[in-house]
């Protein structure tokens, strides 16, 4: 994608593991944000961090942010069956609409 | 859960036929969105619009047009459907003050034979 990349594009873990996804970009944000897609549904917001901070938690994730690398993680600590969906990160750079990446396929196993 | 609603749901039509997607939110958002999705692949941004009257194209070439004459309100209208069209199609909103974060609705998923 011309806006940015996210890896990997699938993954597949057991129910207790974590799950790291990674989202790059290259254009400066005022903020990135997370999103969940279960499939056939549309996106649901999961976490915000703005450019000016560092982590943020919320519950069971944990999304960083590395503004000099133009990169971001998110992190599902002890994955459920539950949280079987695609998971986007959307760059906030100002313009007229967030820019979503390609997304990362997360799949946990019972 | 969001108060943005689309249907239909699913829609299998014939080549050649006009078709409108309904997107309707209740949450008094001024900024509303339209997204197109093949399975597995990234949104790509097809319409938007900042507030009644006001409507724009996206990244995405579309053949379909928009409207916005109420604030809840923000249909998609293919005037002759193709094959190439099928696709899934997202509607969201935000609001236009504070940060820019998206409720979407269940999505379209539309079927041109």
């Known amino acids: 994608s011309q806006q940015g990349e996210e890896d990997p594009q699938a993954l597949s873990i057991q129910e207790g593991e974590n799950a790291t996804m990674n989202c790059s970009y290259k254009?400066?944000?005022?903020?990135l944000q997370w999103y969940r897609q279960n499939s056939g549904r549309g996106l649901v917001h999961l976490i915000l961090i703005r450019s000016n901070e560092r982590e943020k938690h919320s519950g069971r994730l944990r999304v960083t942010l590395d503004t000099s690398k133009k990169s971001s993680s998110l992190l599902i600590t002890a994955s459920r069956a539950a949280d079987t969906a695609s998971y986007f990160c959307?760059?906030?750079?100002?313009?007229?609409?967030?820019?979503f990446g390609s997304g990362t396929r997360l799949q946990v196993q019972p | 859960e969001a108060d943005i609603y689309q249907t239909p749901r699913y829609l299998v039509i014939g080549t050649g036929k006009k078709i409108t997607l309904e997107c309707s939110q209740t949450?008094?958002?001024?900024?509303m969105y339209w997204y197109q999705q093949d399975p597995g692949m990234e949104l790509h941004l097809i319409h938007y619009?900042?507030?009644?009257?006001?409507?724009e194209k996206g990244d995405l070439s579309s053949e379909s047009t928009v409207s916005r004459i109420r604030t809840e309100h923000f249909p998609l209208t293919l005037e002759s459907a193709r094959p190439s069209h099928t696709s899934q199609y997202l509607c969201a909103s935000s609001a236009s003050t504070g940060l820019d974060i998206q409720y979407f609705g269940a999505g379209t998923r539309l079927s041109v034979l």
């Open positions: 619009s900042y507030g009644v009257n006001s409507t």
């Open positions: 959307a760059r906030d750079t100002g313009r007229r609409a967030l820019t």
């Open positions: 254009t400066s944000i005022n903020n």
């Open positions: 949450m008094g958002h001024d900024k």
